[in-house]
């Protein structure tokens, strides 16, 4: 999965800051970088002198900050983003893509164009989150036994090249529709989260569960930012006229409101 890492930059000391991050948090064994930057086609006629700048620009970064013996390839293209970010991810047979967000910015536009599994880690007084990311990892679960199955799949595989050894906190929010269905509800949940613990148990790493009772998109993000995890997975439908991700609103409301790296599977 960590084979070939599209990264997203953008030409200011922010990519320098992102870039290096990735670069310690990120690496697997055999891992290479894709540092793609594009001109926005509003630039028009200064479009030329941007890309040849650009160009310039990522070269110097990736010699500087990427080790001598790492592969890596820079990219600058003109035109828009939303269109050119999932071509080239196809193209350049990218398995895993980058995003670092800039304060400020909206990452749901970019999200939902990405056909591989992708991390979103939100910029923070430009730093990015320190220690490993792999440490204590909370997962957030609809319980739907396709989705979920291929979520842990993609998970499982991610740990592996990695290397960690995470805690693991698989969590789950339902909102029952009327009082005298929550006990049925809330024991239906808990036996299947205590399936899926015994699953990712046998993988070797610690874990437990969380079940959160209420409105999942208003009760789930402050439940998980209690915990403090340093990465937070959850998994996205990849559907639509247009293929893209479907991002329903307790998948929005946990993209905005909750402060740690997020790791978002398509499904």
């Known amino acids: 999965m960590l084979t070939r890492i599209l990264f997203l930059a953008d ?47 990522f070269e110097r970064l990736g010699s500087r900050i990427l080790s001598p013996e790492s592969y890596y390839k820079t990219m600058v293209l003109s035109g828009d983003v939303m269109q050119i970010l999932p071509e080239v991810v196809k193209a350049e047979g990218c398995t895993f893509v980058l995003l670092p967000i800039p304060k400020g910015m909206d990452p749901f536009p970019l999200i939902r164009t990405v056909p591989v599994p992708q991390m979103v880690v939100q910029e923070e ?23 979920t199955s291929l979520m842990l799949e993609n998970l499982r595989a991610l740990l592996l090249q990695t290397g960690g050894n995470p805690f693991i906190t698989l969590v789950h929010a339902f909102f029952p529709p009327t009082a005298a269905s929550a006990p049925e509800l809330m024991n239906a949940a808990s ?48 559907a639509g006229e247009m293929g893209q991700l479907v991002l329903g609103a307790t998948a929005e409301a946990l993209l905005k409101e909750t402060v740690c790296p997020l790791l978002l599977f398509p499904l």
Do not use: C
């Open 11 to 57: 030409v200011s000391p922010f990519s320098d800051h992102a870039l290096a991050w990735a670069k310690d948090k990120m690496r697997a064994e055999q891992t290479d970088f894709l540092i793609l930057h594009v001109v926005d086609s509003a630039a028009g006629l200064e479009s030329p002198r941007m890309v040849s700048e650009a160009e310039t620009y």
């Open 125 to 147: 007084d430009k730093f990015f989150p320190p220690g490993d990311i792999f440490q204590k990892v909370v997962v957030a679960l609809d319980l739907e036994p396709a989705r």
């Open 191 to 238: 036996e299947a989260l205590g399936e899926i613990q015994k699953e990712v148990s046998s993988w070797g790493y610690d874990t437990t569960v969380e079940l959160v009772t209420g409105k999942p998109e208003t009760d789930l993000p402050p439940r998980i930012n209690d915990m403090a995890p340093t990465l937070l997975a959850l998994g996205l439908p990849y």
